[in-house]
């Protein structure tokens, strides 16, 4: 078994915190918020296995990238990994609904358990859940606070109509 190992990166929404095993990102954790997670004693600091997330996700931050390009390893469910798979091709600047969402893995009825697994995304921003909204457009829940919704949104360009986003 791989020895986990994190390290912390300043963003421009806050302190994020990065966690692999040296050969795949496993979580990426707000500093606050519902999906704020904190190291565990097991795992060890190591910076230096990090630097190509850490470089990816600051040209996404300066505006420089659209698309990531990373070996991730979130752990979960065989529907859970189905729905953050389909997360993954909702182009840069676009939002869908959770309806969609359901639609595009093929279970249209599923849109309530598409929410549980947008919401237990382990990887954030990169598995881009923040592209999700609500059926009429409104910002519903996210890990890293509304507030840090509305921020990846705008930087990717969606307007927001006060405390709603335009789907396109």
């Known amino acids: 078994m791989q020895e986990i190992r994190y390290t912390f990166m300043d963003s421009p929404i806050g302190r994020l915190l990065l966690v692999g095993d040296g050969r795949a990102l496993s979580h990426l954790g707000f500093p606050s918020g519902k999906c704020a997670i904190t190291p565990r004693p097991e795992w060890r600091p190591s910076d230096d296995i990090f630097g190509d997330a850490k470089g990816q996700l600051q040209t996404y ?31 840069f600047g676009t939002t ?6 359901a639609r595009r893995i093929d279970n249209p009825a599923a ?58």
């Open 61 to 91: 931050f300066d505006g420089e990238r659209r698309e990531f390009d990373l070996p991730l390893d979130p752990q979960g469910t065989s529907f859970q990994r189905m729905v953050w798979r389909e997360l993954t091709r909702i182009p």
């Open 111 to 168: 849109s309530r358990a598409v929410g549980a697994a947008n919401g237990s995304n382990p990887i954030p921003i990169i598995i881009p859940c923040h592209r999700v909204v609500g059926a009429n457009g409104s910002l519903t829940g996210f890990g890293g606070g509304i507030e840090t919704k509305k921020w990846l949104l705008a930087l990717e360009g969606v307007r927001p109509i006060s405390d709603q986003t335009q789907l396109l």
């Open 96 to 101: 869908i609904s959770y309806g969609e969402l």
